[in-house]
């Protein structure tokens, strides 16, 4: 139903972008240009920037202290298994052929 609801969409835009010719897109065209390059558009998109810098690295810093725990759980769990540390899956040296 999204596939159908897009390529509609996208159907709608065409004809009317034929219609209104290429003078009206040079128009469209400038003034896209023109708040693109608007000083407070690029303060915000620098802002913006930023701030997802910000919120990815203390989201990188989660999932690795996420990772550490998780994996020492799993450690924890073959340890009580009584089994050793080796015995996560992959063959030893001799056992790989």
Known sequence: MRKLM??????VGYVLGARAGRGRYEQIKQTAQR????????????QAADLAKEKAQVATAAAVDKAKTVGSAAVD?????GEDETAVGWPQAADAR
């Open 6 to 11: 897009l390529v509609a969409a996208l159907a």
């Open 77 to 81: 769990k073959v340890k009580d298994n």
């Open 35 to 46: 708040v693109r390059n608007d000083p407070r558009v690029q303060e915000k998109s620098q």
